[in-house]
């Protein structure tokens, strides 16, 4: 994707924002994408389960989000778990070819994209589809222990006494391994519930020497805490502590929230701010199902984008229910800040 072959550098992230033009549109919601093209998600698996029977699907939106503008895809891996896989009846090697194939997919989303990119005039493209050669990262999706138990919690990041360090680090270490080993560009850890997780994540980085950089986004209700009621200063303090994450933020929080949770981060990080909210909508765990018409539009969601970025936010795009039509706002929002795109 044009960036050499430095992606150990301490200067990876800020060498890719600068080549995006000093700020970088990340894709949308996957699962909402998945279901709009028809997929059941209704399984503890959720997303994962397309990487079994509809890897084209997965395929598809990844390439909606390109179309619609985003310079980084994040694979469908986020609830994809060896012990998941397992409890499903599959083998261990078939689990890590099941990882492996959520970064083939994106990658070859990508490709499929540039190859659309060279074959047409692209930056005449007159449709609403942006066709733009542009550098491209594809972010292998590491969800919580919460997603995998996929009761909610890491909506609460309550996971109990009997969850310690070394028991999230052994539920992550073979996966983070085999994503690493399957050559994305970053790691996207996601939602993280509490600063528990936050340290297994920085430990294992370390420990099994994963030479992807990553990033490590927090989930917040209220604008002061992650989910768990811990302090995000001392969340992003273990990000910004650790070599091998380029970037630091929040994921899956309503939009109301970002800006104080933005300023906060920056008390204790210098590192890029990584920023994709959900819509605002509430997600019922009960239920399992999103609670309808309680989110901001698009046209909300798009009018703080610009302020996130004002405050220090460099890579913004949208979680649980944004659609390629967000991802498509954001970019054009963002176009004459960062002089990347055509009017
Ligand atoms: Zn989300």
């Known amino acids: 994707m044009g960036l050499g072959s430095g992606q150990q550098s301490p200067s990876f992230m800020a060498d890719f924002l600068h080549q995006a033009g ?3 549109v990340i894709d949308g919601g996957l699962a909402t994408e998945l279901e709009r093209h028809g ?3 209704n399984d503890p698996l959720w997303s994962a389960k397309c990487l079994l029977t509809s890897p084209h699907l997965i395929r598809s939106v990844h390439l909606d989000y390109l179309e ?15 012990q998941g896989f397992e409890v499903k009846g599959f083998s261990k090697e ?12 994106a990658c070859d989303a990508r490709d499929l994209y540039k190859q659309n990119c060279s074959g047409s005039s692209c930056n005449s493209n007159r449709e609403s589809k942006i066709l733009k050669d542009r550098p491209i990262l594809v972010a292998a999706s590491v969800g919580s222990y919460g997603a995998y138990l996929a009761d909610g919690s890491e909506y609460s990041g309550i996971y109990g006494d009997r969850i310690t360090l070394e028991a999230l680090k052994n539920f992550h270490r073979r996966r983070v391994q085999v994503l690493a080993e399957s050559h994305p560009d970053i790691i996207a850890f996601e939602t993280i ?5 936050a340290q297994a994540y920085a430990e294992i980085m370390e420990e099994e020497n994963i030479n992807v950089p990553a990033w490590f986004c927090f989930n917040s209700k209220d604008g002061v805490n992650v989910v768990s009621g811990d302090s995000v200063l001392e969340c992003a303090s273990i990000a910004e502590s650790c070599k091998k994450v380029v970037a630091v933020g929040i994921n899956c929080t309503p939009p109301r929230f970002i800006h104080g949770l933005i300023l906060s981060i920056k008390e204790v990080s210098a ?10 909508e509430s997600y019922d765990a009960d239920r399992k199902e999103w609670v309808q018409n309680t989110g901001v539009s698009d046209e909300d969601f798009v009018s703080y984008v610009n302020k996130w970025c004002e405050v220090g936010a460099s890579l913004v795009g949208g979680c649980c229910r944004t659609t390629p039509n967000t991802i498509r706002a954001i970019c054009q929002t963002l176009s004459p800040r960062a002089g990347s795109f055509p009017s």
Not at 70 to 81: E, G, L, P, V
Not at 97 to 103: D, E, F, N, Q
Not at 271 to 280: A, L, Q
């Open 22 to 24: 000093g700020y970088a």
């Open 271 to 280: 590192k890029p701010i990584v920023i994709y909210p959900n819509s605002g």
């Open 193 to 197: 519930p509490n600063k528990l997780e």
């Open 94 to 105: 078939e689990s890590e070819t099941m990882l492996r194939k959520s970064v083939e997919i």
């Open 39 to 41: 997929a059941d998600l």
């Open 68 to 82: 619609a503008g985003a310079d980084i895809i994040i694979t469908a891996s986020y609830q994809a778990t060896i």
